[in-house]
């Protein structure tokens, strides 16, 4: 659906202009399922994330460990 393929987009963009690397530490406040987080810690030291919702970020943590 339309929604899902702005959020895609708008994801991309995020993560090339933050232009993340292999040494740095990155904070994503307000990341909701995790998807973002997973994808800028293949591209840098170390990243946090967190979001006032419980339920959208515990179900990713296995595919981080």
């Known amino acids: 659906n339309i ?11 995020a993560i090339n202009l933050l232009q993340a690397n292999k040494n740095d530490v990155i904070l994503e406040a307000g990341c909701g399922n ?4 997973l994808k800028l810690a293949r591209k840098s030291k170390r ?3 967190v979001d006032i919702a419980k ?3 515990y179900k ?3 595919e981080v460990s």
């Open 3 to 13: 929604s899902s393929i702005y959020h895609k987009q708008r994801q991309k963009s």
């Open 34 to 37: 995790g998807k973002t987080a």
């Open 47 to 49: 990243v946090f994330a």
């Open 55 to 57: 339920g959208g970020i």
């Open 60 to 62: 990713n943590t296995k």
